[in-house]
C-alpha cells in the first residue's frame, strides 16, 4: 500500500486509522451483516451510530445544551442561502436585513448568495488590501436592525484567520461559516448563534453539513424555504426529515473518535499550531517562498505560498509529486501554492514538505 501526503484543500487527507476502520467495517458492520452504507437510516444500527457523533460532536466542542446539531447536506455553499432563509427575517419580516464581514472569496460568495433574500450591508471587507488580513472590529460598520452578522473564519482559498472573534455587542447574532477550521482548535460556542461547516476540509467526507444552532434562532424562516433546508423542521426531526447522508455522517463519526482519542480539541490545536509554525517560519526565512498574509491573520490550516520565481512552480510540484508530496497547486485564482495542513496532516508530513522546500531553494534560487 501506497499513501501520499495529501495537502489538498477538500476534499482532503483523512486519518489513516479512520480509512483502515471503515475499510475492516466495509462488509459487515460489527456483526450486522450490513456495511452501512446498506443500513436503513432508521433501524437500530445507524439509529446508533448518528447518536454517537452527535453526542461525540457535542462533547469535543464542549457544546451548550442550547444549542442543536444539525446533520445536513448542501455544502458550505448550501448555507449560504440556507443561512438567510432560516434568519434574516428575524427580527422583521418586512424588512430582512443582515451584516457581512468579507475577508476572501467564500465570505464574497455568502454576501452575494445572502442578497437575494434580503438588504444586505457589507460591514467590513478586506478586498483593497488583497484579502491578506481580517479587519480591526473598530472598522466595522454594524447596521442597528440586523438579524444576523455572517463572517468566514477561516479563509480557505487566502489562508486568512480569525484566531479570535473580536468583541462584539451580546446582542449580535454572529453566524460563522468555519468549514475549514472546525475541531481544529477549541472554541468559544456560546458567542456564535449559528456556526456550520461542510465536512470534506477537516472532519470528514464530502456529502455533510454541520450546522449548529443556538435554540432560540429557530423558527425564523422565510415561508419559501424547502423544507429540507429550514433548521427548525430538520431539528424537530433530529436530522431525519429526510434520508441523511448516512456514509457520510459514519466517517465523520470515527474521525470525531479518532480525535477524542488524540487528546480532543486541546491537544489538537498544539498540534496544529506546530505544523503550522513549522511551515511558515521555513517561507519566512527563505528568500525563495513568501506568504503575503499579515502574521496575526494567517491560517493555520491552509497555507498559501508562492515562489519568487513563478516559472519554477511547474518544477516545484513535479519534484514534490515525485516525493509524495501531493495536492500543492494554489487556487487557480491566487496561482502559486497551497497547503492545507487539516487535523488529518501529520508533523511527518508538513516536515517532508519543509525539507523538500529547503532543498528546492537550494537547487534553484
Ligand atoms: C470549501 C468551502 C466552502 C464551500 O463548500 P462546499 O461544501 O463545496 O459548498 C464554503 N466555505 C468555506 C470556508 C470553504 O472552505
New binding site residues.
Given amino acids: 500500500m501506497h499513501r501520499v501526503f495529501n495537502f489538498a484543500?477538500?476534499p482532503a487527507t483523512l486519518p489513516t486509522e479512520v480509512l483502515a476502520q471503515a475499510a475492516s467495517e466495509m462488509l459487515d458492520w460489527q456483526g450486522s451483516g450490513v456495511s452501512v452504507m446498506e443500513m436503513s437510516h432508521r433501524g437500530p444500527e445507524f439509529m446508533h451510530i448518528h447518536q454517537q457523533a452527535l453526542a461525540d460532536l457535542r462533547t469535543l466542542l464542549a457544546l451548550p445544551d442550547d444549542y442543536e446539531i444539525l446533520f445536513m447536506q448542501g455544502?458550505?455553499?448550501?448555507q449560504n442561502a440556507i443561512v438567510p432563509m432560516n434568519l434574516i427575517s428575524r427580527l422583521d419580516p418586512d424588512r430582512p436585513r443582515a451584516d457581512y464581514v468579507v475577508t476572501g472569496t467564500?465570505s464574497e460568495q455568502s454576501f452575494v448568495e445572502a442578497k437575494k433574500y434580503g438588504d444586505v450591508h457589507l460591514a467590513a471587507s478586506t478586498q483593497t488590501d488583497g484579502f491578506t488580513t481580517v479587519p480591526a472590529v473598530t472598522e466595522w460598520s454594524l447596521s442597528d436592525d440586523a438579524a444576523y452578522l455572517h463572517v468566514?473564519t477561516?479563509?480557505?482559498i487566502h489562508g486568512v484567520e480569525f484566531h479570535s472573534l473580536p468583541a462584539l455587542d451580546k446582542r449580535v447574532v454572529v453566524v460563522a461559516?468555519m468549514?475549514?477550521h472546525l475541531l481544529s482548535r477549541p472554541i468559544d460556542s456560546a458567542r456564535y448563534g449559528v456556526i456550520y461547516a461542510?465536512a470534506?476540509?477537516n472532519i470528514g467526507s464530502?456529502g455533510l453539513?454541520i450546522v449548529i444552532v443556538r435554540r432560540d434562532l429557530l423558527g425564523h424562516a422565510l415561508p419559501c424555504t424547502p423544507s429540507v433546508f429550514n433548521w427548525e423542521l430538520v431539528s424537530k426531526h433530529q436530522s431525519m426529515l429526510n434520508t441523511p447522508p448516512t456514509y457520510a455522517i459514519y466517517i465523520a463519526g470515527l474521525v470525531f473518535q479518532w480525535l477524542m482519542r488524540a487528546g480532543g480539541l486541546v491537544a489538537l490545536e498544539q498540534r496544529n499550531r506546530a505544523k503550522a509554525a513549522l511551515l511558515y517560519r521555513t517561507i519566512d526565512d527563505s528568500h525563495f517562498y513568501t506568504n503575503p498574509v499579515e502574521v496575526g491573520a494567517r491560517s493555520y490550516m491552509n497555507v498559501p505560498f508562492f515562489l519568487a520565481d513563478a516559472s519554477r512552480n511547474a518544477a516545484f510540484l513535479d519534484g514534490a509529486k515525485a516525493r509524495g508530496l501531493t495536492q500543492l497547486k494554489g487556487h487557480s485564482l491566487l496561482g502559486g501554492m497551497r497547503a492545507s495542513i487539516y487535523n488529518a496532516m501529520p508533523i511527518e508530513g508538513v516536515q517532508a514538505l519543509v525539507d523538500y522546500m529547503v532543498e528546492f531553494e537550494r537547487h534553484h534560487a
Fill in positions: 484543500a477538500g455544502g458550505g455553499r448550501g467564500w468566514c477561516n479563509e480557505t461559516d468549514s475549514s461542510g470534506q476540509k464530502a453539513t
